[in-house]
């Protein structure tokens, strides 16, 4: 490297750090507001995954999403969005372990519950919302009064376990999951919990 080319790069990196904050792009990306948010979910075939992020998105993108599987440390969050895929009327046996071994953890901080459920390609109707959420959900999470929403999901045959492929083998893909419903639901629970 020469000597004019190593006072250019030198002047523009001192340039860089006495750059104003305000001029720097990244202040326009939405930031974490002052208290922290969770989404933790329970999958079997990704779609309860795709609600979680397109809740956050809903959130202006401040909710970090976790899978149950990974089993996070979710103590040092203040506000926690709980939701997963349902089989058989339940959501994942990770899922529900999770909540019964962290429940200390969770205490106070629940501020949106969600269920993902194929239902056949039908309509949820608001018999079965309270079946999944209030009378199941909620009752794990003991908590009540918190935003709440089941989304119709979707089947992807090979992405099931053998077992379940084998159950809805009569069935044909499909995909009911709408990225606008789950958004709305996260754009909800974000302001309620202002």
């Known amino acids: ?11 523009l990196s001192l340039g860089a750090l006495v750059f104003p904050k305000k001029g720097l792009a990244l202040e326009y990306y939405p ?4 208290k922290k948010w969770a989404i ?20 202006a993108g401040v909710a970090n ?15 926690i969005v709980i939701g997963g895929a349902i089989r058989m009327a339940k959501v994942s046996g ?15 901080k629940i501020r949106g519950l969600f269920t993902v459920s194929g239902n056949m390609m039908q309509p949820v109707t608001p018999a079965q919302k309270a079946q999944l959420i209030d009378n199941y959900l909620a009752k794990l999470c003991e908590v009540s009064n918190v935003p709440s929403a089941t ?18 083998s009569s069935m044909k893909d499909y995909d009911n999951l709408k990225r606008p419903e789950c ?10 919990a202002k």
């Open 65 to 79: 999403v976790f899978d149950v599987r990974e089993n996070p440390d979710l103590s040092g969050y203040e506000n």
């Open 183 to 192: 958004m709305a639901f996260g754009k909800q629970v974000f302001e309620a």
């Open 94 to 108: 990770e899922l529900e372990k999770y909540i019964a071994d962290h429940k200390n953890d969770l205490k106070g």
């Open 151 to 168: 989304f119709l999901g979707r089947v992807t045959l090979s992405l099931m376990d053998k077992e379940a492929a084998q159950m809805m």
């Open 31 to 34: 930031t974490t507001p002052d």
């Open 40 to 59: 933790l979910y329970g999958t079997w075939c990704g779609s309860a995954r795709d609600a979680s992020l397109w809740i956050s998105e809903g959130m």
């Open 1 to 11: 490297m020469d000597k004019r080319q190593f006072c250019k790069i030198s002047m």
